[in-house]
């Protein structure tokens, strides 16, 4: 697969090898994703977001936007392939307090301290080399906000394991490391992914994990149900 960047791709992008460059099946992946809602109820136990401006940091097609709508005064999406950028704004062309920016996690083009919740889910911020977005989230954040970074815990879970054949140098200690001397902290996480189909979960394996990997995992594995181990790296000011 060509990790390419397309045109109109905004500066700083990581390619992503997956919603880049097959977003359908991406879609099934979201929706298997922690469907007992753990992600969102952690979050929301140390800052909700009712009433409040809410950012998603590479929010691909949009698929998180209307949840965050449905309590906050506005959600924002930031984006930085024009693909997803248009699928995000069909997504939510019906929500008034929903607007989706052709953007990147370094330059958002939002207000400095405009912003009360950041929420970014495995995008851009995966330990050293995101200090650039890291500086952009302390400037658009307002007193009393908090941001958080979701990303993948290789110490543990079935997801960890498998994570950690495809990216044996990943060293989550480190990362936490990295996160913990800027201030953040780090919060380990279990949640599942549960697909409606076997088919559906050979599908995502294929485009989170190269073939090798991908098929060892297939035959590993049986069923449709994942536990799957994360991080939630929070800030408050």
């Given amino acids: 697969m060509s990790l390419s960047k397309p045109p109109g791709l905004r500066p700083g992008a990581i390619p992503s090898p997956n919603i880049w460059y097959d977003p359908a099946t991406y879609e099934l992946e979201n929706r298997a994703v922690d469907p007992d809602g753990v992600i969102e109820a952690t979050i929301c136990s140390i800052r909700p977001y009712a009433d409040s401006v809410v950012v998603d940091v590479g929010c691909g097609t949009g698929f998180h936007l209307p ?36 953007a990147g996690a370094q330059a958002t083009a939002l207000a400095p301290a405009s912003v009360d919740v950041v929420h970014a889910r495995w995008a851009y911020f995966f330990g050293p080399g995101c200090e650039p977005g890291l500086a952009e989230i302390d ?17 543990t879970s079935a997801f960890g394991r498998w994570f950690s054949w495809e990216h044996p140098d990943y060293d989550t200690d480190a990362v936490d490391a990295f996160f913990a001397a800027r201030g953040w ?53």
């Fill in 67 to 102: 949840r965050f709508a449905e309590t906050a005064a506005e959600v924002i999406g930031v984006e930085p392939h024009p693909t997803l950028v248009l699928a995000a704004r069909r997504r939510t062309k019906s929500l008034p307090n929903v607007r989706v920016l052709h």
């Fill in 139 to 155: 400037r658009v954040l307002r007193r009393g906000g908090a941001a958080f970074l979701i990303d993948n815990d290789a110490r």
């Fill in 185 to 237: 902290a780090n919060q380990p996480v279990s949640m599942r992914w549960s697909f409606a189909t076997r088919a559906d979960l050979e599908a995502v394996v294929r485009i989170e994990f190269s073939p090798a990997v991908a098929e060892r995992i297939i035959a590993e594995h049986e069923g449709t149900d994942v536990d799957y181990a994360i991080v939630i790296r929070h800030l408050t000011r």
